[in-house]
């Protein structure tokens, strides 16, 4: 069971940081949780000052029933797309790009006793 805390938002999926920034600027705490690791440069700078504040923690993770190491498929020039199933990527039609680009995702779960494990 999760334990979940007041005040806080996990935005599981985060991609460019839209939800992100709604709930912050509505007063929550944010643990944002993105996959992707092409967009944590963009997500870090964005909310370079939230970070530091403290009400946002961003974590370059995915969330599994088990921690492992899997394929990470990149959908490039459409970043809602990227996906560790790569037939999803796939999935979105003619816009997709001729090459994919594929990268290492680290895996973690949510354990019983803690609201987020870091790794």
């Known amino acids: ?4 805390q007041d005040g ?23 643990l944002a949780i993105e996959a992707d690791p092409s967009l944590m440069d963009e997500l ?3 909310f370079a000052a939230e970070v530091a504040g403290g009400q946002l ?7 599994a ?3 492992r190491v899997a394929q990470f498929y990149i959908c490039e020039g459409y970043s809602l797309w ?7 990527c796939l ?12 990268n290492a995702g680290l895996c973690a779960m949510f354990s ?8």
């Not at 069971?1 to 979940?4: A, P, T, Y």
């Not at 923690?57 to 969330?63: F, G, P, R, S, T």
């Not at 990227?82 to 999803?88: P, Q």
């Not at 019983?112 to 790794?119: E, L, S, V």
């Open 44 to 46: 870090n700078a964005r």
């Open 65 to 67: 029933p088990t921690r």
């Open 57 to 63: 923690q961003i974590l370059n993770i995915a969330l």
């Open 8 to 30: 806080l938002v996990y935005d599981v999926g985060a991609n460019n940081g839209d939800d992100t920034a709604y709930y912050l600027f509505k007063g929550y705490r944010v």
């Open 112 to 119: 019983r006793n803690t609201a987020c494990r870091t790794i």
């Open 82 to 88: 990227n996906s560790f199933d790569r037939e999803d």
């Open 91 to 102: 999935a979105y039609g003619p816009h997709g790009p001729p090459g994919w680009t594929s």
């Open 1 to 4: 069971m999760l334990h979940l």
